[in-house]
T-cell receptor, first 112, second 111 residues
Framework: NAGVTQTPKFRVLKTGQSMTLLCAQD?????MYWYRQDPGMGLRLIHY???????AKGEVPDGYNVSRLKKQNFLLGLESAAPSQTSVYFC???????????FGPGTRLTVT | LAKTTQPISMDSYEGQEVNITCSHN???????ITWYQQFPSQGPRFIIQ???TKVTNEVASLFIPADRKSSTLSLPRVSLSDTAVYYC????????????FGSGTRLLVRP
């Protein structure tokens, strides 16, 4: 039981490049989330999903897109990366809309 | 969602009990209080959740007074490995999608 995994762990992009971050969970959770965390700050919700095929905007959705084609996977896309998107990205999942979310190890993204 | 206020940082020594208080003056009737722990370079980890009075699990206790405008996370006999950032969150099941993490409390445990 791996829990929540994220791919890749690190990535450096040039401004304007695109990339996709993959989150996978093996706990059969319905709910999945993407957050970003800037240095010294708390996490901010980017997008979330309440089930396969559904997505919704969180607190800071601009510049990001997501897809949930399979229940176990939640993808976060950056179509045209900007330096302001330099951050650590965390994925999380939960069984129900309760407060116990399970977080992945994070992806450290740098945009130059 | 109710806003929370926590101390920015706290220092302690190994073996001591640490109490971190969170203020949430605008807590709503259906809101729960939840605490997460985050180590450097890791995602947050759920510690404890409560609605009123006292909740205890294997790692911490959560004390909530009758007016629920504040709550206190209590860590008994801390060790160096408890050095982390602790976040207090408030909300109900319907708003849990929109977890709002403040800056948290940075706890440093010294030898």
């Amino acid at each position: 039981n791996a829990g929540v995994t994220q791919t890749p762990k690190f990535r450096v992009l040039k401004t304007g490049q695109s990339m996709t971050l993959l989150c996978a969970q093996d706990m059969n959770h319905e709910y999945m989330y993407w957050y970003r965390q800037d240095p010294g700050m708390g996490l901010r919700l980017i997008h979330y999903s309440v089930g396969e095929g559904t997505t919704a905007k969180g607190e800071v959705p601009d510049g990001y897109n997501v897809s949930r084609l399979k229940k176990q996977n939640f993808l976060l896309g950056l179509e045209s990366a900007a330096p302001s998107q330099t951050s650590v990205y965390f994925c999380a999942s939960s069984y129900s809309p309760s407060w116990e979310q399970y977080f992945g190890p994070g992806t450290r993204l740098t945009v130059t | 969602l109710a806003k929370t206020t926590q101390p920015i940082s706290m220092d302690s020594y190994e073996g001591q009990e640490v109490n971190i208080t969170c203020s949430h003056n605008n807590i709503a009737t259906n809101d729960y209080i939840t605490w997460y722990q985050q180590f450097p370079s890791q995602g947050p980890r759920f510690i404890i959740q409560g609605y009123k009075t006292k909740v205890t699990n294997e790692v911490a206790s959560l004390f909530i007074p009758a007016d629920r405008k504040s709550s206190t996370l209590s860590l008994p006999r801390v060790s160096l490995s408890d050095t982390a950032v602790y976040y207090c969150l408030v909300g109900d099941e319907d708003s849990s999608y929109k977890l709002i993490f403040g800056s948290g409390t940075r706890l440093l445990v010294r030898p």
